[in-house]
């Protein structure tokens, strides 16, 4: 898969199915954060493979980033890419911001 194709899918199963994120998945959540921080201005590849790793010891996680990336294949067929220097230039903080939301929705107290 393609390094931007990864990133996206990841963000898309962030954002909106954090029901695949375990417990175990949600506690690592900011070691991935801290490593993004560190590595976001290398170029999209080296990231892609920073998540992925990540991602491989999650299997609920990595089976939805591999549904997201395929769907993410067949709309690019359908659709005009975007602004894709715009894109990069976002790509990490929204996905920075999205793992925030994830772990605090999951880590809040419940309310009874």
Do not use: G, H
């Given at each position: 898969?393609?390094?931007?194709?990864?990133?996206?899918?990841?963000?898309?199963?962030?954002?909106?199915?954090?029901?695949?994120?375990?417990?175990?998945?949600?506690?690592?959540?900011?070691?991935?954060?801290?490593?993004?921080?560190?590595?976001?201005?290398?170029?999209?590849?080296?990231?892609?493979?920073?998540?992925?790793?990540?991602?491989?010891?999650?299997?609920?996680?990595?089976?939805?980033?591999?549904?997201?990336?395929?769907?993410?294949?067949?709309?690019?067929g359908k659709?005009?890419?975007?602004?894709?220097?715009?894109?990069?230039?976002?790509?990490?903080?929204?996905?920075?911001?999205?793992?925030?939301?994830?772990?605090?929705?999951k880590t809040?107290?419940?309310?009874?």
């Open positions: 898969m393609e390094a931007n194709q990864i990133i996206q899918a990841f963000t898309e199963v962030v954002r909106n199915q954090d029901y695949f994120f375990c417990d175990a998945a949600v506690a690592a959540i900011p070691q991935l954060q801290k490593t993004i921080a560190e590595i976001e201005t290398q170029p999209p590849e080296i990231v892609a493979e920073a998540i992925r790793q990540w991602y491989l010891d999650y299997e609920d996680v990595r089976d939805a980033v591999l549904l997201a990336e395929e769907r993410e294949i067949e709309k690019v659709t005009k890419p975007e602004n894709q220097e715009n894109t990069v230039e976002n790509r990490y903080q929204v996905l920075q911001d999205e793992l925030k939301t994830l772990k605090e929705k809040s107290p419940k309310k009874s």
